[in-house]
């Protein structure tokens, strides 16, 4: 049995979720509570030294990082989630990369909560979300053709990383009035069974 560390609100293990809901590979959650702590565990630590989630235990392999770990699918199982011609794979990558490698980060949980720390309030988790995911996102919008997903007409690398940051969007308030593109990419990809039973509500917490 596939085995995911993960935690219901990460949008890294949101996305493991979703490409293995595509592979319709049958797996089980191991929870590892962020607000508690957990990652930073001894026994978590072990398992992927730099105490983030998702790890993945699939295959006889310990895999980390969510890129990698859906890399890792998409080429044994057949995901084809970077089809077309080189230029074609590159605009995807570059969607995918702009909400994993760009707002992601920055909207971390730990990084936002040293931010509120070290201004002592004067910045809210809510201020810090809103300041980088709305003008990300809305990059991410002028980057869309406006199809039913974020490139060609099939499910992509870069339709998994947007999902779980609209769940985060839709979490901290964030107005998406002004980008038509990615709500009805949104439309498109919740009605995918892979999607929506890798949705944070839908899963264990």
Not at 14 to 21: K, P, S
Request: glycine letters at 6%; a neutral charge; charged letters at 20%.
């Amino acid at each position: 049995m596939i085995a995911l560390y993960d935690y219901w609100r990460s949008s890294a293990s949101y996305r493991v979720r979703i490409a293995l809901g595509l592979a319709g590979l049958d797996w089980h959650s191991q929870p590892v509570d962020l607000v508690a702590g957990q990652q930073r565990s001894d026994a978590h630590l072990r398992r992927n030294p730099q105490g983030l989630v998702p790890v993945i235990e699939i295959d006889g392999l310990r895999l980390t990082q969510s890129l990698a770990i859906i890399d890792y699918l998409d080429e044994t199982r057949g995901l084809n989630l970077l089809p077309g011609a080189a230029a074609d794979r590159a605009h995807i990558r570059a969607i995918a990369h702009a909400v994993a490698v760009d707002i992601h980060p920055i909207c971390n949980l730990g990084t936002a909560r040293h931010a509120v720390a070290a201004s002592n309030g004067a910045i809210t988790m809510q201020d810090w979300m809103r300041h980088f995911i709305a003008p990300g996102l809305a990059a991410v919008e002028a980057m869309l053709a406006g199809g039913d997903h974020c490139w060609g007409d099939t499910v992509t690398l870069a339709d998994i990383c947007l999902m779980p940051q609209l769940y985060n969007a839709d979490r901290w308030g964030i107005d998406l009035t002004a980008m038509p593109k990615i709500r009805r990419v949104a439309q498109s990809l919740e009605r995918i069974p892979a999607f929506a039973a890798a949705h944070p509500d839908r899963q264990a917490h």
